[in-house]
């Protein structure tokens, strides 16, 4: 639940993951040619394409983690699984939101999207008297579906700004070099260019909408007819692989999911 425990949790056992990956079918890391990873993801894809070392990757993200709850605990926030309708208007739902909280009297409220998932998949985070109004208004803006999602605070949104200056120190102290394959940014859904971009991107990440039905348009994209490749997810849970579903099926069908552990275990 805490992000401070959660994101080097997820770190550590995406490249476990890969670990195992590389026992089990090694021409899959032999021939990797693109990776990303989501939010604190995105550090773990960094090392397993020689951008970062594991160590100094590991500890950036601690800092990152500690700095994110430090930010979480000044204000009630939170974050918002939303499925809408075709017509629903994401950027205007969170204007009501906002407007509503200034009128109970809260300076500066935040209400935005913070994960582009897929079509009509958002996650929208912000203060809580924000998320709470869009779920007490849900069917008016046209959302089918609205579910709290169990974490800290309201991550990629302007209330992560605390955590900015503490993960901009501990990068600057990193070595971080050009990846060396492709390595897709969450802020913009384009392919890092070397290690100065790396660090600029991931201090801008924290307050930044996560662009990831972008990103998959972007990894996949080819000629018609060409082949899809094969893609692995490596780590806890199968959310990405869903996501994938809903963006490109055809990418989907060549989809595999590598777990720590093996199910009998």
Known sequence: MKTVHCQPAV???SLAAVERLSHEGPAAIE????????????????????AMDFTEALYAVKVRAEAMQ??????????????GRPEAKYS???LQAREHCQSLGLQDPVCSVANYLFPDG?????H????DFLQKNSRKLNFLRVRPLPVSGAFHTSL???AVEPLREVLRKLDISQPSISVYSNVDAKRYMHGSHVRRQLVKQLTSPVKWEQTLHAM???RQGEDFPHTYEVGPGKQLGSTLQKCNMKAYKNYTHVDVISPEN
């Not at 430090?70 to 499925?83: D, N, Q, T």
């Not at 958002?122 to 912000?126: E, N, T």
């Open 128 to 131: 809580q008297q924000a998320l």
């Open 70 to 83: 430090e930010a979480s605990e000044r204000v009630p926030s939170g974050m918002l699984s939303v499925i």
């Open 11 to 13: 770190f550590v056992t």
């Open 31 to 50: 021939n990797c040619v693109a990776a990303a990873g989501f939010s604190v993801g995105e550090f773990a894809a960094l090392v397993f394409s020689g």
């Open 92 to 94: 205007y739902a969170c």
């Open 220 to 222: 996949y994209e080819r």
């Open 160 to 162: 992560m700004e605390p």
């Open 122 to 126: 958002r996650v929208i985070a912000g």
